[in-house]
């Protein structure tokens, strides 16, 4: 199992421009979530998913999207890219949202908006 | 609004050295109480996981505490590695986990 992979590992964005970070897991996990982590702060939820079709917005949302089409992939689009958005970002799974569910963690995904 | 908070933001430890690590939240209601490793430039890993009955935790050389009267929770580190550098983080649950809320982490060196 590669578990969960994310691609690419580092971004450079100039402002306005538009990206999609991949999200890929082979585990068959329901559970899928973006996560921003910036300096001095615990990592934010943006965006997840409890299953395919089907998605919901998090603490940070805005500026950002997300689709659910199958179980394995969930890609996050930055539609036009700010300063403010230069962070690093990771995708998590798990088995099903429950309380009691470990979530696994990709490597993340290193992002600079000039 | 919820928060965790954790302490002290860095700790620097020689190798072989025991150490504690601390973790209070104010999270309410409260299910789960979860410690993560993260090696710089990595996406966390999951130590242990307690639910708000459970007392301590093991897994290896980490022992995670919960005390949930005084929303307090200790991560011992014992007999510590090189590898162990990395930074800690807790997070509390309070139902399920689009509801986590993250500690800021302690950044822990171990030096030879």
């Known amino acids: 199992n590669a578990g969960v992979t994310q691609t690419p590992k580092f971004q450079v964005l100039k402002t306005g421009q538009s990206m999609t970070l991949q999200c890929a897991q082979d585990?068959?996990?329901?559970?899928m979530s973006w996560y921003r982590q910036d300096p001095g702060m615990g990592l934010r939820l943006i965006h997840y998913?409890?299953?395919?079709?089907?998605?919901d917005q998090g603490e940070v949302p805005n500026g950002y999207n997300v689709s659910r089409s199958t179980t394995e992939d969930f890609p996050l689009r930055l539609l036009s890219a700010a300063p403010s958005q230069t962070s690093v970002y990771f995708c998590?799974?798990?088995?099903?949202?429950?309380?009691?569910?470990?979530?696994?963690f990709g490597p993340g995904t290193r992002l600079t908006v000039l | 609004k919820n928060q965790v908070e954790q302490s002290p933001q860095s700790l620097i430890i020689l190798e072989g050295k025991n150490c504690t690590l601390q973790?209070?939240?104010?999270?309410?209601?409260?299910?789960?109480l979860r410690w993560y490793k993260q090696d710089t430039g990595r996406g966390p890993v999951s130590l242990t996981i307690m639910t708000f009955s459970e007392n301590t935790k093991s897994n290896g050389r980490y022992t995670a505490t919960l005390d949930a009267d005084t929303k307090q929770s200790s991560l011992h580190i014992t007999a510590s590695q090189l590898s162990d550098s990395a930074s800690y983080i807790c997070v509390v649950s309070p139902f399920s986990n689009e509801k986590l809320t993250f500690g800021t982490g302690t950044r822990l060196t171990i030096i030879p």
């Open positions: 973790c209070n939240y104010t999270v309410s209601p409260f299910s789960n």
């Open positions: 998590a799974s798990s088995p099903t949202s429950g309380f009691y569910n470990e979530q696994f």
């Open positions: 585990m068959n996990h329901e559970y």
């Open positions: 998913s409890v299953g395919a079709g089907i998605t």
